[in-house]
């Protein structure tokens, strides 16, 4: 069960469907967001299939198309 702090995503890509994702910091699953653009999923809260809330980065890096996307960090010191 997934805590209620809501992580920061850092990093997200576009999947080989145009999708936009990014990796849930409380389950580590790879979810597909809501959106078009990377500018209109930045600064944006999701909440992920497992109940935990993440908020994308107002600076998220976008990486390479199908790129692997790195592991979340826990709760920021």
């Known amino acids: 069960m997934p805590d209620d702090y809501i992580y920061t995503v850092d990093h997200i890509v576009r999947d080989s469907d145009m999708s936009i994702c990014c990796r849930c910091p409380h389950c580590q699953d790879v979810i597909g967001i809501e959106g ?4 209109e999923v930045r600064g ?3 909440k992920c ?10 600076t998220a890096v976008a990486i390479r198309r199908d ?9 920021p010191g």
């Open 49 to 58: 299939r497992c109940g935990g809330w993440l908020e994308v980065s107002s």
């Open 36 to 39: 078009e653009e990377f500018a």
């Open 67 to 75: 790129g692997e996307l790195p592991a979340n960090k826990g709760i």
């Open 44 to 46: 944006e809260q999701y």
